[in-house]
């Protein structure tokens, strides 16, 4: 008996299998392309610098006591500081160590686009406060801001910008900023009108002045003067300071500490500065390194404090310790009601000491926090007024809102 056969029109085979071939793409497209949705969050922090970095990381439990939902961006030398903190995003876990070297070294570096761009789909914040010590913090300020957000710099220093030159990448950068927040009315008054779109700037508290405030009512001293192997001499604390013209004002410094033995010289060296430009096994140097006990803390000991250009001798002069500032080629000057000096040389340095040890000027109160004067409360205000914004902003030119 004859099998029998059946036969395919071999067009129609054809079109059937492209038109599954073209099904199952389009699935796979469906279920394997698609974005995650961002994350929303009340307020988004970006910290480069330890300035910045320790302003923001005291700034969090206050964030946290006013149920603000935030998440932090760091990188740089303000990575060490948020290493086991939750809702970070630690930049320099993901660089590669040319990177670390760059963003270090050039202050200018930005992201590849590609990284700037992942960081900006994954999260969406209605505020976004950064530091200004980076121009990457003023790229990603950018970004976020043309897609909606409400965008804050803090200037986490107490001198006038001009003459900073870690401020710069970030002036030079000029991201779209809605408001500046600064700590001194003497900075506040330095700064352009066109530093932000409504030219408006802020004076707040700095948040870092509370973790000294605290340190210095909590601190046991003789405890700790014992502990860091200290006499009864009075204490002087070198705050330390990177750059070729901290070198300078370190050579004024030293020359004039070997002529004052019967002070007690003690050098705590900057975060950035990798290998300490004193030593404590050299029998001759007059300053003792003091580099496993933070700052904040050596500073309760200390009679005078003597600076660069540190936020230490700001945050010194706040709490009442005498200040000096040693400047080479700048002119002296005499500032905030005799606490701080400025200095040029090691004769007016030596004056300087000599005036402050022992004619110290009459204790000043601490500041104390004024009611809404806060970041914290700053934010909690806008959040409160403002609603999240779906609006991307395409163009940055002749936008008002």
């Known amino acids: 008996m004859p099998q029998s056969s059946i036969s395919v029109d071999p067009l129609l085979l054809i079109t059937l299998c492209v038109i599954l071939l073209l099904t199952g793409c389009a699935l796979r497209k469906n279920t394997t392309t698609s974005a995650p949705p961002s994350q929303a969050i009340d307020v988004l922090l970006i910290a480069y610098d330890n300035g910045d970095g320790r302003a923001f990381r005291s700034l969090l439990p206050e964030l946290d006591e006013k149920n603000i939902n935030w998440h932090l961006i760091a990188f740089g030398p303000a990575t060490a500081l948020f290493k086991n903190t939750p809702n970070t995003t630690l930049l320099n876990a993901s660089a590669s160590p040319e990177q670390l070297r760059e963003w270090q070294n050039n202050r200018y570096t930005t992201l590849p686009e590609k990284d700037a761009a992942l960081l900006t789909e994954k999260l969406s914040p209605q505020i976004v406060l ?25 200037y986490d220093n107490m001198e006038p910008p001009g003459g900073q030159n870690w401020v710069k990448p970030w002036l030079d950068y000029n991201p779209t900023v809605e408001q500046l927040l600064v700590t001194t009315n003497l900075v506040k008054r330095s700064f352009p009108d066109k530093t932000t779109r409504s030219g408006e700037v802020s004076l707040v508290y700095h948040p870092a002045l509370q973790e000294w405030q605290e340190t210095f009512e909590r601190e046991d001293r ?10 009864d001499r009075p204490v002087v604390l070198v705050a330390g300071g990177y750059g070729d013209d901290f070198q300078r004002s370190l050579e004024v410094i030293t020359s004039a500490a070997a002529l004052r033995e019967d002070l007690q010289w003690v050098f705590t060296p900057h975060p950035r500065t990798l290998i300490s430009p004193v030593t404590t096994n050299n029998d001759h140097t007059p300053l003792r390194t003091i580099t496993n006990t933070p700052t904040v803390r050596v500073a309760t000991l200390a009679q005078v404090v003597v600076s660069h250009r540190s936020t230490v001798g700001w945050m010194s002069a706040q709490i009442g310790i005498p200040v000096i500032f040693v400047r080479p080629k700048e002119q002296a000057d005499i500032i905030e009601r005799g606490r ?11 004056n300087a000491l000599h005036r402050q040890l022992d004619n110290p000027p009459e204790h000043i109160p601490q500041p104390e926090k004024k009611a809404g004067s806060s970041i914290a409360d700053l934010l ?13 902003v395409e163009s940055v030119n002749d936008i008002q809102l």
């Not at 701080?340 to 030596?350: Q, S």
């Not at 205000?381 to 403002?386: A, H, K, T, Y």
């Open 340 to 350: 701080v000096r400025t200095v040029d040389d090691e004769t007016t340095f030596l």
């Open 130 to 154: 950064s530091g200004m010590a980076h121009s990457i913090q003023a790229q990603l300020v950018q970004q976020w801001w043309q897609q909606g957000a409400w965008t804050i710099a803090f």
């Open 380 to 392: 909690e205000r806008r959040l409160r007024e403002q609603k999240p914004s779906s609006i991307k």
């Open 222 to 231: 003789q405890l700790l003067a014992q502990s860091l192997n200290l006499d």
